[in-house]
């Protein structure tokens, strides 16, 4: 008995269905799947252009409106139609909204003041001339005080002898102040430290350092106003107590040294590698024993351990999604400002990553040797112990050691929200508008990412 050959749908039918509803001549065509795929990209697009409401975009969803209609024809008549035209049409929708979205507007630009940026990080304060400290100081009370008298405003070291008149004073009144037996005919700044330890410029309008060159026996005298600011962080600002004013000279001695904010990255950065670290091998800790729950060639032998999967991986998921900045933010809260803080979100952001890493390369396996260690009866630890682990090793290295990579730059950038490291000295820096210190970060950021980088490429290469 001869069977029916199926009737062949009409390719001018198939046109008009399209033309009607995007996507239906491609269903009556018998292609159910690339039929709902046209309908959803045409409604997503039209949407998305209806919703901005830009007139001229409207191009998009009319272009693969008629595409659809030529593919519907195409695919009652078994020819192949290319998606190239439907997928730039959408993507130049998407992209002309995306410019709108985020207002690239590059007349806005600003070049003085990106240079008056740029220019003071071009001279990074990484290093410094040495020099050789001579430094004096006399205390002061602040303020004066109806019940009991001030020490006396003066302090002798050796040969070097600095006072002050009056012994005491109140907020931006006028003190005079002298030393002697300093270097002769040098620069000296003079300069105010608060009873907490805060420092204090006497210059300009209490925002530049005070110089004053001491004479040819190295003395010198000068008038200085008491700071506005001393007293802000005193519960009492009538209880009187002892501030100290410093003379500093400094002359080169040859040779460079590290900056006091070249000392500040040093440590930042320290504090950003150890960071890393520590929370990297606590994330490998709590990873490899998530990762075997979440491999699902391993936990997918009955319903109960099926079940224990689903939720591992959807905890991970969870968590991933979670930026390790956002993290920090939580845990300055509940541990305070600190390193302490960034370890914890970077550590619990790499639990996430890498146990989900690590239970890829478990689930990509080579599944004949735990058949076959499954064959000798062996029960879930020993198939994992002698089928699992002596492939896992290299690449769960090679992870490891790239997530370190990973955590060592975000680490930087942590620290700008209380978590320690070289981001918290980065942020005051920008606050306090020095580019120089800015600049010399950067540049020590750079050099540890790319040591660190080409150091666990060759530790890779290695391993995989």
Known sequence: MKTKAPKRPSPWLAGALSLLLPGLG????????????????????????????????????????????????????????SVLIPLLLGLTAAYSIGWQMVRVDFTSANWERGLAVLRPMFRPDLFERR???????????????????????????????????????????????SVSGMWPDTDTEIWWETNIGDDKPLGGNENAPLIVRTDETGSLTTTIRVPSTI?????????????RIYFDQRRPIGGLQFSTNGGFVVKGMTESVTMALMATFLAVLLAIP???????????????????????????????????????????????????????????????????????????IDPGPIEAVRATGANWVQVVRYGVIPQIVP????????????????????????????????????ALNDMRAVGAAFIAIAIVVMTLDYVSARIRERLV
């Open 231 to 243: 007293l802000i962080a005193q519960p009492d600002p009538t209880l009187q107590l002892t501030h």
């Open 26 to 81: 491609q269903i009556y065509a018998r292609q159910r799947y690339r039929g709902g795929a046209v309908l959803i990209a045409f409604l997503v697009v039209l949407g998305m252009v209806a919703w901005y409401g830009q007139p001229a975009w409207y191009f998009a969803p009319l272009g693969i409106w008629l595409w659809n209609v030529w593919d519907a024809v195409g695919q009652a008549g078994e020819r192949r139609v």
């Open 131 to 177: 020099t050789e400290l001579n430094r004096m100081w006399t205390p002061i009370s602040v303020p004066c005080s109806t019940t009991q008298e001030a020490p006396p405003a003066r302090r002798q070291d050796g040969e070097k002898l600095a006072f002050a008149t009056p012994d005491c004073a109140g907020v931006l009144e006028t003190v005079i102040v």
């Open 290 to 364: 998530i990762s075997f729950l979440a491999a699902r060639n391993l936990m997918s032998a009955n319903p109960f351990t099926f079940a224990i999967y689903v939720v591992v991986r959807t905890v991970l998921n969870f968590v991933r999604s979670i930026e390790s900045l956002i993290l920090a933010i939580v845990f300055v809260i509940i541990v305070g400002l600190g390193p302490f803080a960034g370890v914890l979100a970077l550590a619990v952001h790499s639990v996430a990553a890498l146990a989900k890493l690590y239970s890829e390369v478990i689930e990509g």
């Open 395 to 430: 690449p769960f290295t090679a992870f490891t050691i790239y997530r370190w990579d990973i955590n060592v730059r975000s680490s930087t950038v942590i620290g700008m929200v209380g978590g320690g490291g070289i981001g918290f000295y980065l942020i005051q820096w920008i």
